[in-house]
């Protein structure tokens, strides 16, 4: 399947902080017909590194899928902000998973996220949730 512009929702989830932790991401078309869904444990983790590692899967899987153009949305401040340079990645455990989104939002000729309330994102919010213990 060769999806063009894909619109993704992607959330982190940890019980703990850190503590057992998982990653949802759903990803559509235009037209938002699903085209692809992660809900995956991912060890144990802090929340904000769950929230950079279910924005990571997300761009992979759109690499995957042919993706030229994404559009994307996450309910962590803290993690668009600092994709959008609005914040400065000072946590040493973030730094590796920032410069890997960045490397990773290179490869699309059109790429933007943007914060949206939890309420808008309860699909991703419930893919990481219903893998946690």
Known sequence: MKVKRAVIFTDGASRGNPGPAAIGVV????????IAAVSQAIGTSTNN???YRAII???EKAIGLGVSQVE???D???????????????????????QQV????????????????REQNREADSLANNVLP
């Open 72 to 74: 994307a949305y996450s």
């Open 27 to 34: 990803m559509t078309d235009e037209q938002g017909k699903l």
């Open 49 to 51: 590194q769950a929230e």
């Open 57 to 59: 899967a997300a761009l």
């Open 102 to 117: 960045k490397r990773l939002q290179n490869q699309f000729g059109v790429f933007t996220i943007a914060h949206i309330p």
């Open 76 to 98: 962590s401040e803290l993690l668009v902000k600092q994709i959008n340079g609005q914040y400065r990645v000072k946590n040493a455990s973030l730094k590796s998973l920032y």
